[in-house]
T-cell receptor
């Protein structure tokens, strides 16, 4: 298996521009998570999906952030308009649920976003 | 509130010395426990996990951890570290209630700095 795939790996954009981050989860996994990592706040869960349906988006910082999962193999995280404080590494992770609940998550390599 | 505490933000250690990275969680309810490692500019990789059964869990790269329910701890240990173990280590917990889905809650991370 190729693991969780994220693109792009690096993104540099100017303030006010729209940014779209992409994620392909591991085939067969039914949960997908978006995280943000910064030095100041560590790892933060932004949103997660179960069977393509958003379950909890309480971690999404503002209305400028939106996430979609149109099918089981693809998800996007969009920031519009972007701001310098959005600069961070964004991780996507996926997992397969079991009768005893969720277990380990498998992380992608991350997208390093820099907003100037 | 449910939380995970990693008291040590950085642990310097000499090569071939033993190391322990501490992790405590906040609740005595049923938990799944994980340790992840993040090498520079990479995503998170699962080191080991505790779901049930034996309280001593062995993981990759010679690491092990012990689940102590009475002390609500899950400390990570390695008897002899290598330069290549230099990385950020994250403890994470899923608080679960009868199989209900819950989020993976991360600690703030501990930087293991192995010196020659």
């Amino acid at each position: 298996d190729a693991g969780v795939i994220q693109s792009p790996r690096h993104e540099v954009t100017e303030m006010g521009q729209e940014v779209t981050l992409r994620c392909k989860p591991i085939s067969g996994h039914d949960y997908l998570f978006w995280y943000r990592q910064t030095m100041m706040r560590g790892l933060e869960l932004l949103i997660y999906f179960n069977n393509n349906v958003p379950i909890d988006d309480s971690g999404m910082p503002e209305d400028r952030f939106s996430a979609k999962m149109p099918n089981a193999s693809f998800s996007t995280l969009k920031i519009q308009p972007s701001e310098p404080r959005d600069s961070a590494v964004y991780f996507c992770a996926s997992t397969l649920s079991s009768v005893t609940g969720l277990h380990e998550q498998y992380f992608g390599p991350g997208t390093r976003l820099t907003v100037t | 509130a449910q939380s995970v505490t990693q008291l040590d933000s950085q642990v310097p250690v000499f090569e071939e010395a033993p190391v322990e990275l501490r992790c405590n969680y906040s609740s005595s309810v049923s938990v799944y426990l994980f340790w992840y490692v993040q090498y520079p500019n990479q995503g998170l990789q699962l080191l080991l996990k505790y779901l049930s059964g034996s309280t001593l869990v062995k993981g990759i790269n010679g690491f092990e951890a012990e689940f102590n329910k009475s002390q609500t701890s899950f400390h990570l240990r390695k008897p002899s570290v290598h330069i290549s173990d230099t990385a950020e280590y994250f403890c994470a917990v899923i608080y679960h209630y009868g199989g209900a889905t819950n989020k993976l809650i991360f600690g703030t991370g501990t930087l293991l700095a192995v010196q020659p």
